[in-house]
C-alpha cells in the first residue's frame, strides 16, 4: 500500500481494507509498524541466544530485516 493510496486529512486516515473502513489516525499505523519490528527483534534476538536488552545489537540486526508494513516495506 502507498500512501498516495488512501485518504488522509489532518492526520486521520481512512483505509478500505477487505470488506470496510478503517479509520485512526496516520501515527497509529507508524506505531503499528515499529512496534511490530520491535517484537520481531526481540524474537530473533532470543532465537539467536542473544540480549535483546542491547540496543547496539538490536539495532544492527535491525538493518537487516524487512518487511511489509503499513504503508510500504519496511527496510
Known amino acids: 500500500m502507498l500512501l498516495e493510496e ?3 486529512h489532518n492526520n486521520d486516515i ?9 479509520q485512526g489516525t ?3 499505523l507508524f506505531m503499528h509498524d515499529a512496534i511490530y519490528l520491535y517484537a520481531r527483534l526481540v524474537n530473533m534476538m532470543l532465537a539467536r541466544g542473544m540480549d535483546y536488552r ?3 545489537a538490536m539495532f544492527e540486526l535491525a538493518r537487516t530485516v524487512e518487511f511489509n508494513g503499513s504503508f ?3 527496510a
Do not use: E, P, R
Open 14 to 22: 481512512d483505509l478500505q481494507h477487505n470488506c470496510c473502513i478503517v
Open 26 to 28: 496516520l501515527y497509529a
Open 6 to 8: 488512501h485518504n488522509v
Open 54 to 56: 542491547n540496543g547496539s
Open 72 to 74: 510500504f516495506v519496511v
